[in-house]
């Protein structure tokens, strides 16, 4: 199932996962991702955006752990796959790949992330 893509790429409530701190993250994600859509040869920007998504991740992860989340593993092996190929960008970035990470994270809040809502103790 795929979920549209907002025009400009910022993030609004139908992405809630209905906890304010990954809420606000995933805020900065979008943010980032839309940074390096708009400066492509930036390559302060798009170390921020890796920067960014490292941290997230782990973050969410350790809460779903903490929370003994049942698709805790399959959810990091989803973060690490994503996150190895984002490493590899080297600006300029093309808008092709801006586009796949606009399109990776829609999909990931949208589909992956809404599994743990109601199931973490944050």
Known sequence: MSHPIPEPFVWDESFKVFYDKLDGEHQGLFQAIFDVGKTPNDSGVLAKLVELMDSHFAHEERE????????HDEHKDNHDEFLASLKKLKTPVAQESVQWAKNWLVHHIKVTDSKYSGKLHL
Request: aromatic share 12%; charged share 40%.
């Open 64 to 71: 779903m752990k903490k929370a003994a989340f049942d698709g």
